[in-house]
């Protein structure tokens, strides 16, 4: 090393320009998306020094249609369809916590029964999300079994929901005061037969997938995020609650009826990306047991909606409401003035805040596991753009 | 520590502070950008002496003189008694300097003036136990030509808070938006920040990247969710 610099100073003494190797030189720049088909439609852009990813800039965006501002030009009914389009895989969700925001904002009441087939519907959608999320996951750590079956088994729910609402994705099922339509006849012995079914599908998932050695040792002890950090961070969701954090809306704040219904909020403490790609597992085997509950307690017959006025409006005020979505909290912040159209709807969405995580956890990360930490994220990049 | 190589990086790279001033420059334009209708540019103008005075409730924009809603609120049937002492701890500490806007079941909102911001929020996470921010939404009042930004923080780490949402709101004069930043006292708010920045034009001081976020990258008009911006067609 003292050669080297001997040399160099040697040569600058005699008139000669050296440059030495900046760091700079030394890094990538790469960006990954917003056509690779690992990322979404999501941009970020990583420096690589080696195999290793020193600095990381999410760059979302790509499907921003601003939701919020669309919003300012329909009333509180006429919102529902546009509003669920963010995340149609999980559409009953997003539109639940609206739901709830314009009732608190109009004084409107849900009748019993409305609640339970909302909270069912809501359950049922979640598994829809997961299982696709699952089965991303699953293809890209190169499982492509972990792609067919979740594929495959999410069919049932999207049927069960399609004789629920009448549309197999974008349901546009929840309203302020309750849902569109009744249960159809049989529905609950048919929800029942496919819960059955799908427990022990979810056996086989947990043999093929999670327990198998591959999948272990590509994602456990990758990208970690501690309690402290995720706390830190604001993170939401399985994100969270694989970090050690008990935290579930359902629980902390119960809306409807999930103050009737007895579960448990599943968490882990090894914070790394295979709890993370866990707790949603673990979440899909309690949702079927909140199904079941919630089945056997729904009353037999009764209004399922309130009857709405033409044009539900309320007296000035706010309201922010919160759900538990397939990516953590879903809040709905809605100011109105008074008249039928909202003054400011802001969404607060489980992938938004979900992605300060990102450029934490992938700096220092290699490369390689770059699919393993974000997918396992739980990021939906269309949800967190609006 | 990747927080601090982000934070080294940006200052580091002279393009993003060229962008940064790129943006800075597109947002004086859209301040000065008159709207469409003039008439309600001139209610603009003629509003813009009131802007000193203290943040009034939100919700009482067209109805009645401001304070009637506050009035309206606290005459609501027993507000609960855990929220109560919540607010209590903090009107308690800060006297006058925090408003009490209203107190619901689970949900709490204080206002405060943007100089006293940064020593509430340190209150609220330091004493309170509210850990992280939900979300920040802001909203335009071209009406009282001013911008709220509110603040939704939770608590994860105190299970008694876990419902609860504090909202923090803060109000900043239209034609010169700047407010100071809450980065270091809550990270969370890293991203809502910058998108309140690039949707509704105000400048965070002490943010490390007041930049586009969501919008495209050639994007040359106003802050989309000022109410001035109108949706082409509508």
């Not at chain 2, 500490?93 to 006293?116: H, T």
Request: include cysteine; charged fraction near 25%; aromatic fraction near 10%.
């Amino acid at each position: 090393m003292e050669d080297l610099e001997d040399r160099i100073n040697e040569s600058q003494k005699m008139g000669m320009q050296i440059i030495k190797e900046s760091d700079d030189d030394r890094l990538m720049t790469l960006s990954v998306g917003p056509q690779h088909p690992g990322s979404g439609h999501f941009r970020f852009v990583v420096k690589l020094d080696g195999d290793y990813i020193v600095h990381c800039d999410p760059d979302p965006g790509y499907v921003h249609r601003g939701e919020e501002k669309m919003t300012e030009y329909r009333n509180f009914i006429q919102n529902i369809p546009h509003l669920e389009r963010p995340v149609i895989h999980d559409s009953t969700n997003i539109t639940y916590s609206y739901s709830l925001a314009v009732e608190e904002l109009t004084g409107i009441e849900v009748p019993r029964r409305g609640q339970f087939i909302r909270a069912i519907a809501s359950e049922l959608n979640r598994q829809v999300y997961t299982l696709y999320w699952l089965a991303i996951y699953g293809i890209f750590l190169g499982h492509s079994t972990m792609f067919m079956w979740p594929t495959g088994d999410r069919e049932l729910f999207i049927d069960l929901l399609e004789a629920l609402t009448g549309a197999r994705v974008t349901h546009a099922f929840n309203i302020p005061g309750g849902v569109r339509n009744d249960v159809p006849n049989g529905f609950k012995d048919r929800c029942l037969r496919q819960i059955s079914y799908y427990e022990k599908r979810l056996k086989e998932y947990e043999d093929i997938f999670y327990n198998n050695p591959l999948v272990r040792q590509r994602t456990e002890g990758v990208g970690i995020l501690t309690k402290e950090d995720a706390i830190r961070l604001g993170v939401t969701g399985s994100v969270l609650r694989a970090s050690g954090v008990p935290y579930d809306i359902r629980k902390a704040e119960p809306y409807d009826v999930y103050n009737e219904i007895d579960f448990k909020v599943q968490y882990m403490k090894t914070a790394d990306s295979f709890a993370r790609a866990y707790v949603p597992f673990l979440d899909m085997r309690e949702s079927c047991h909140i199904l079941r509950q919630l089945l056997d307690k729904m009353p037999e017959a009764g209004e399922v909606r309130a009857k709405l006025q033409a044009n539900p409006r309320g007296p000035p005020g706010e309201a922010y409401r919160r759900v538990e979505s397939g990516r953590g909290s879903l809040g709905y912040y809605i100011i109105s003035d008074g008249t039928p159209k909202p003054y400011r709807v802001k969404i607060s969405v489980g992938s938004f805040r979900n992605m300060l995580a990102l450029p934490h956890l992938l700096v220092g990360a290699k490369m390689g596991d770059m699919p393993v930490i974000y997918w396992a994220l739980n990021y939906w990049p269309v949800e967190a753009d609006r | 520590m990747s927080s601090e190589a982000d934070q080294n990086n940006n200052r580091n790279n002279n393009c993003m502070i060229i962008s940064n001033e790129f943006n800075k420059n597109t947002i004086d334009t859209a301040t000065t950008f008159s709207p469409p209708n003039s008439r309600q540019h001139l209610a603009v103008v003629s509003n813009s002496s009131s802007s000193s005075r203290p943040p009034s409730p939100p919700p009482a924009r067209t109805v009645g003189p401001p304070g009637s809603s506050t009035a309206l609120r606290t005459k609501e049937p027993e507000p609960p008694v855990f929220e109560k002492g919540i607010a209590g701890e903090i009107s308690a500490n800060f006297g006058q300097m925090v408003q009490i806007i209203f107190i619901k079941p689970l949900r709490i909102k204080v206002a405060v003036e943007p100089s006293n911001i940064i020593k509430v929020a340190t209150f609220l996470r330091d004493n309170l136990g509210f850990d992280h921010a939900e979300s920040v939404a802001g909203t335009d009042y071209p009406k009282e030509d001013q911008i709220e930004v509110i603040y939704h923080l939770g608590s994860y780490s105190r299970e008694d808070l876990a419902g609860q949402v504090l909202s923090i709101a803060t109000r900043t004069n239209r034609d010169d938006a700047r407010l100071p930043t809450l980065i270091n006292i809550y990270k969370s708010v890293e991203y809502h920040e910058r998108e309140t920045f690039e949707m509704l034009g105000v400048y965070f001081e002490g943010h490390p990247r007041n930049e586009r976020f969501l919008l495209p990258e050639d994007w040359a008009d106003i802050p989309p969710l000022r109410k001035e911006f109108r949706i082409k067609g509508r």
